[in-house]
């Protein structure tokens, strides 16, 4: 089973998208500043996650989340809406 996950950030008021198989083990590295894109902006949340039967899938739906560049669409899917 694979996750792909949305984390926001209060202190900077940012978004976050990535995929993997152990949603709270990958929020605990993002949290404890071992990945360099989500360093400067911890802690972070989960806002909304969906999962996926293989890894192929939920990286697609990652990538495709992040050409969106939308913040309005992620936060309509944080909104109940994915």
């Not at 089973?1 to 976050?16: A, G, N, P, Q």
């Not at 993002?30 to 039967?53: D, E, Q, W």
Request: hydrophobic residues 30%; contains cysteine.
């Amino acid at each position: 089973m694979y996750f792909t996950y949305i984390l926001y950030s209060e202190k900077c008021d940012r978004y976050y998208i990535g995929y993997c198989s152990d949603v709270l083990k990958r929020l605990e590295r993002h949290n404890a500043g071992m990945v360099t894109a989500t360093r400067n902006c911890r802690p972070y949340l989960i806002k909304a996650t969906k999962n996926f039967s293989t890894e192929l899938e939920a990286r697609k739906q990652e990538l495709r989340l992040k050409k969106q560049k939308s913040r309005k669409y992620l936060e309509w899917l944080v909104a109940g809406n994915w």
